[in-house]
C-alpha cells in the first residue's frame, strides 16, 4: 500500500514536472518569435 502511494506521488510530480518545462518552453518560443 505505502508503495502504490509511493508511485503516485512520484507519476504526479513527474507529471507537474512535464507540464511546468512545456509551459516554459512555450513562454520561451513566444518571446522570441517575431511579431
Do not use: G, H, R
Not at 502511494?5 to 512545456?22: E, G, H, P, R, Y
Amino acid at each position: 500500500m505505502v508503495q502504490f502511494l509511493k508511485n503516485l506521488v512520484i507519476n504526479a510530480l513527474d507529471n507537474m514536472k512535464v507540464s511546468f518545462i512545456q509551459s516554459v518552453i512555450v513562454e520561451s518560443y513566444l518571446n522570441n518569435a517575431p511579431s
